[in-house]
């Protein structure tokens, strides 16, 4: 007998793609799953996951339906079914919009999902998933979901609902089923991961999960992404100094310095604060590689606050640093209490200064590490050069380190056999992004 055929379309952030793969091991071995990247002539059922954040990602999200509901009006799916972000978010709206779905449901909740799919959830495999990322030594952990901060900017409490964190027994579970399956290194993912534990165990516990995590066999990497800078937990800092298996390296978004412009994002943090914890990261954490985000041209920010945050950003030196422009979203506090006063010119020039300030910075910090011999994994093979990172690079944000495959080097080893696994390369060459690098030893 046949089995019916499933797709499933993820876009948005990471925390999409781990909900996607824990829906895809909750079907099991009902259904056969297509990969995402595939376009088979029919399938029975297509799942769109989507994201609805901010303006690009809201409209590649609806891009994304359309087709989909395109392929459904040819014939080429049986049901559609969105849900994710977008849903969750317009649910009253979006049915109307595009008539050709079957079913919406929001972000908060698999269970409808898979019941509508004709699957009954197992509380016995809501630790298992099915992976669908390319890289075969890296998987997301996200330790929890929804978020209680009131930043004035963003929509993602609205979305995702309240704080919840994972119990650590079941992370600790899901991490051992994912070492089992190859995977080396864990990225710690959540809204805020620093509010971890706050509801389940009334303190902040994410020192003790990572201790807990580098307990699993097999996983040799844990790094730690979206960090709140307002009450961040000191004892995690410890972790990084002392732990072998945790990276000193921090995904902390601090998005602006100006106390004037961090007060009106409702972000709790000050200007001393800030600069006082990146003080101690820098000194308890020797090395530690920090990670972070900045907005311009946020209400309240005129061109003194701006030249506060270049200031900030020219001292801290961050080796890694993204920057957006101020979108309004409806439903935020700042879209309804204040003017998005600065024009798109003045926000798109600010971007290109601060961008053009980073680039010098992540120049230099690569620079530096000309001639250094570094612990690397191998994520992918593409163009005769293996794709790798060392505890310093993130998956999907950061630079790569580009080693030229030879086999008699890698004694016949074959690509696909080196990916998921670590080599010793000496770094000879920089630019502000990416590091060449010439193999050592494996």
């Excluded at 311009?296 to 957006?324: C, N, Q, Y």
């Amino acid at each position: 007998m046949r089995k019916p055929s499933l797709q499933v379309l993820t876009l948005g952030c990471s925390k999409n793609t781990v909900d996607t793969e824990h829906l895809l091991f909750q079907a099991g071995d009902a259904f056969d799953v297509v990969p995402a990247d595939a376009r088979p002539d029919f399938v029975d059922y297509l799942l769109v996951n989507t994201c609805g954040f901010i303006g690009d990602a809201k409209e590649e999200s609806v891009q994304a339906i359309l087709e989909a509901g395109q392929r459904r009006a040819r014939g080429r799916a049986g049901k559609l079914i969105v849900f994710g972000c977008l849903s969750q978010r317009y649910p009253d709206e979006l049915p109307d919009l595009i008539p050709e779905v079957d079913a919406w449901y929001g972000a908060r909740d698999l269970d409808p999902v898979l019941r509508a799919i004709g699957v009954e959830p197992r509380p016995d495999r809501h630790c298992g998933r099915v992976r669908t990322e390319n890289r075969p030594g890296t998987a997301y952990l996200k330790i929890s979901e929804g978020c209680d901060r009131s930043c004035a900017y963003c929509a993602i409490p609205g979305i995702r609902g309240a704080h919840r964190s994972v119990p650590m027994e079941d992370l600790v579970e899901e991490a051992r089923f994912l070492s089992a399956r190859g995977v080396k290194e864990l990225v710690v993912i959540a809204q805020d991961t620093t509010y971890y534990g706050l509801d389940l165990y009334r303190r902040r516990a994410l020192a003790e999960l990572l201790q807990r995590l580098s307990e699993v066999e097999g996983i040799e990497w844990i790094r730690i992404h979206y960090s709140y800078p307002s009450g961040f937990p000191r004892d995690v800092l410890a972790q990084m100094a002392s732990n072998p298996k945790v990276c000193p390296y921090l995904d902390i978004p601090l998005q602006h310095i100006s106390d004037r412009v961090l007060s009106m994002m409702h972000r709790h943090c000050t200007e001393a604060q800030t600069r006082a914890l990146i003080r101690d990261l820098r000194t308890r954490v020797p090395g530690v590689v920090l990670r972070t985000t900045m907005i311009v041209g946020h209400p309240g920010e005129g061109e003194r606050e701006f030249e506060e945050l270049l200031e900030f950003v020219r001292e801290a030196r961050f080796e890694r640093l993204g920057a957006f422009t101020y979108s309004e979203e409806e439903g935020t506090y700042g879209a309804e209490h204040y003017d998005d006063a600065v024009l798109s010119e003045v926000k798109e020039e600010r971007l290109a200064r601060l961008m053009e300030l980073q680039r010098e910075i992540s120049l230099e910090y690569n620079q530096s590490r000309v001639g250094t011999v570094e612990h690397v994994l191998v994520d992918a093979f593409d163009d005769e050069t293996l794709v790798c990172r060392s505890r310093f690079e993130s998956p999907d944000v950061d630079g790569e380190i580009l080693v030229r495959y030879d086999a008699e080097a890698f004694g016949h080893r074959t690509p696909s056999e080196l990916c998921g696994s670590f080599i010793e390369v000496r770094i000879i060459g920089a630019d502000e992004y990416d590091l060449i690098a010439e193999f050592v030893k494996c």
